[in-house]
């Protein structure tokens, strides 16, 4: 079994943005699922990474596809709160769901963050409708190649 | 019926690069092919047409997708000859089988640019593996939405 | 007598950055000086104004000129913080030396932002070496005729 | 004596593009001039060097800069004939005189280019008001340099 079919663990997330009620992994069982785990002040971030999955968010939006912003803060976290996320959200006019990810109790890192391994930020993680994790990246993705992705993960039966 | 699903017709090339033999849509049935007509001294296909199928080109180089440059000289023939596409293939380094579309008897619009009724450069012809015509966009595309148009084409039941 | 040419108001700086020791219009006097104004959440300033003004910074270290970036915090107070300034100075990488403009005490609009009668962010004021405004720009401006600028406020005699 | 100082040669033009009356550098002394030399089919020179050129040339319109686009053609001499250049000018909507280098008598080089000595495309002189050579840069320039090269060479006593 190759790293790539590992069932995702569950998120864990503080707050919410752009969502009436909060969103779980479990919840969403089913359906593919993109996460972005992202820092608002990431550079790399800012400039491409969180764009692409708003572009996808808005391209997939009649489809099963799920997009998920994850606020994933593991360092400078007086200066990344939840009230510069929204202040963040407002100002580049973001409307994918967005969660803050769990600080947690021990040390810089997330809760979510490691339950994933993710190595940074931007990370874009796509989950089947079966709840395995298909594609795992840390750095910048072509749109081409997310784009073809998301299609396989959308036509392959639940 | 929609327009989109009408058989495509077939290609008419006069000469080809990046290529040891011709290609023909009859050939090529059971396979999606990508056509990318352009100009090469249109802007908007240099800029972003172009390399956009180049793109394409190589990421989906071990699928049965088959990417076909076409150059549709419909203006300034005397400036877009074969000896100059030859040049700009050289120069922007292309590496996908690129025809020269068929210039005809009648007007300034070449054989394969009328058949399919194309409005102008770039245009981007999606083709299913059945031959029927799953997309026919004129101007700029997005690399998020073409890559999961390809997918969808290359998961489809022969 | 045109607005082009009135003495530029004293600047109002809470706290620094990249600068040992704090920084006047006054004492600069005899050097032509570029205010980069700029809030941290402000997708223009952070695609566009923040590098442009970084570049000059860099272009012209050899000369008389003085980029200043001053953060002129006129919305979400909460979130532009000098702690979050910090963490966006050190991601950034910028170098160029930074104040952060005196919120004062009345209303939103910071002190210097006010004096200068600022509209918003980004903002590129061009002070000459006789403390005149030459220029006062609103939104993104072009490099080729900042370059020009610049150079012209360096040649004037003082 | 430095290189930068050296006299400008003449140029060679066989054919002008955008202006009514040949231009010569002899004519145009006591103004500065900016040669961008380029060649229609250099990937550089079409997506930065050429409109980096019209732009200086529209943005200091009003001065007494000449801007001179120049077809140093150097390989593919078959493809980037004259016709070809002028279907360009006309495609990427040029409005800089542009005159084709005089393909001499000796070898692939043109006139002009080699008696500037240029490298390749694109190449970037700029001309002083005396006559002399102020810049002679190879390869992609930055606005913000250029903008400032300009006003620099504008502002120098004839």
Redesign the interface.
Known sequence: MSAESMPAPEIAVSKWFNTDAPLTLAGLRGRPVLIHAFQM???GC??HGTP?AE??HR??EKTDLQVIGLHTVF??H????P??L???I???RLTMPIGVDDAGQEGPIPVTMARFAMRGTPTSILIGRDGNVLHHGFGQE???????????AL?AAP
């Open positions: 002040l990431c550079p800012v400039a692409q572009k996808a391209l997939f360092e400078h007086a200066a990344m709160t009230v510069a929204e202040a963040f407002h100002e580049y072509e749109d081409m190649a997310l784009g073809a992705r998301i299609m396989q036509i």
